[in-house]
């Protein structure tokens, strides 16, 4: 029950690779801080090296983006990967792109928003192929500059170049906004009722969940519960997905901790 109300969650927010059945499936991924590590799910943008074990990896710099450090992230990546007895490697290339002849330097979020348009996607693809054009390399490990919206700029590269390109896991960056917008969409088409109240139970109905909050009661096929991560007692573990199995066909039931 639980593994079901995950992947309906991700469903609705788009643009996430699916939660694998082993854990030893999950995404690998490079975190800004310069260590690999497994992950629950992530965007599509996100770079995915548990496909390529022995991947020569091109972390890309850009002038344009003084905060992202190419050379310092790809030997951080690297010692991180020996430690790990990790055959991967990283090496620093840097591309020449979003050079402007006034105020040269951009946010990774205003760099994304730049890269949507079909002809700067084209740009961004040229500049990449330059950058690794002599070198030995198996993908491509970029800022997260690859689009605000969704994964239209990293199937345009991955189609010009011919090898895997995404971005680094950052934990403020466009990647923040994409979620941001994807949450808002889809609670859009779910047109959710927010209730408050300081007791909340959940009682199996014929077709729906039903929600006692306070005074209040809703019928419902999906439930969101906000209850913190100091929750005493109550609607916890076992309990919880107790709920979700009890509920009926098609209804989700999710806590937020």
Do not use: W
Request: aromatic fraction near 2%; charge should be positive.
């Amino acid at each position: 029950a639980k593994r079901l109300a995950q992947r309906a969650v991700l469903g609705a927010l788009g643009g996430y690779r699916a939660i694998p059945f082993r854990d030893a499936d999950r995404p690998l991924v490079a975190t800004a801080a310069g260590t690999l590590r497994r992950v629950l799910s992530a965007e599509r943008n996100v770079l995915d090296l548990a496909p390529l074990p022995h991947a020569r990896t091109a972390v890309v710099g850009v002038s344009a983006l003084p905060l992202f450090d190419a050379r310092a992230l790809a030997r951080a990546l690297d010692e991180d990967a020996v430690r790990r007895g990790d055959t991967r490697r990283f090496f620093a290339v840097e591309a020449e792109h979003a050079r402007r002849a006034h105020d040269v330097l951009l946010g990774t979020i205003e760099l994304a928003r730049t890269n949507e348009p079909a002809a700067a996607r084209q740009r961004l693809a040229v500049a990449l192929r330059r950058a690794v054009a002599e070198l030995p390399c198996d993908a491509l490990l970029l800022p997260p500059i690859l689009g605000a919206g969704g994964e239209v700029v990293t199937m345009h590269l991955e189609r010009a170049l011919g090898k895997p390109v995404g971005e680094v896991l950052a934990a403020r960056s466009a990647q923040s906004e994409r979620l941001t917008t994807k949450l808002e969409q889809a609670l859009g088409v779910l047109d959710p009722q927010r209730l408050h109240g300081d007791a909340t139970s959940l009682d199996r109905g014929e077709h729906h969940v039903v929600v006692h909050a306070g005074r209040h009661h809703v019928e419902a096929r999906a439930v969101v519960l906000c209850t913190g991560r100091e929750l005493a007692g109550g609607l916890r573990g076992g309990h919880l997905s107790l709920l979700a199995a009890e509920a009926p066909r098609g209804a989700v039931v999710v806590d937020l901790r």
